[in-house]
């Protein structure tokens, strides 16, 4: 059993739950302590969305603590570790994160109904192009898909690598320690053993592929 915890943040729309079988895999594996962290991705702004993580995490009995973060779940991380500061060491990873930007949110956005649908965090993060950077003083690895099946090719064409929803180029992220491509969908990726596997190398060892 690892000393360590797990704590994951999910994406627009989600409720958890769609990550049962990354956690039963990263627990059977490497024996972590799973603790997910839900909150309300369409109507809390994103202040009170790191609030509520930063008493999630306060709140965990265990020497280490990784972050785990799928699609807006890894700007959530960000935002959180920038604001507040995190003692206890770890790792975080990111899942199909749009570091850089999404075109899907910026077309779904030029409709009012897409932006009410996408929510404040949506809003706050993606509906305008920014540059970010991976400044913090904790080891990022980043996962990207390559299979482009989901929601963004009904309304974009990438012309680029993608995972059907966040181009690959969209992912990446300066200042990251390790990025990996992998042919999964959006999706996919939490259901894919071989994801589970390479979060896994990254959280005991700092790399991908152990």
Known sequence: MSDAAVVYVHGLWMPGAEAMLLRRRLRRDRGYLWQGFHYDSVRMPMTHIVAA?????????????????????????????????LEKPGRVVFLGTPAAGSRTARRVGEWGWGRRALGR??????????VRSWDLDR??????????LGFGRLLLKFGEDNDGTVALAETRLAGATGFLPVHVSHMGMLWSAQVARAIGSFLEHGCFGL
């Not at 993580?53 to 965990?60: C, E, K, P, Q, Y």
């Not at 265990?62 to 779940?73: D, I, K, N, Q, T």
């Not at 949506?122 to 509906?127: K, P, Y």
């Not at 080891?139 to 482009?148: K, S, V």
């Open 121 to 130: 965090a949506i809003g706050e993060e993606l509906l305008a192009e920014r």
């Open 139 to 148: 080891e990022l690895g980043i996962i990207a898909g390559t299979l482009p």
């Open 53 to 85: 993580l930063r008493d999630t995490i306060g709140a965990i009995d265990a020497p280490r603590v990784h972050l785990l973060g799928h699609s807006l779940g890894g700007i959530v991380i960000q935002r959180y570790l920038e604001r507040y500061p």
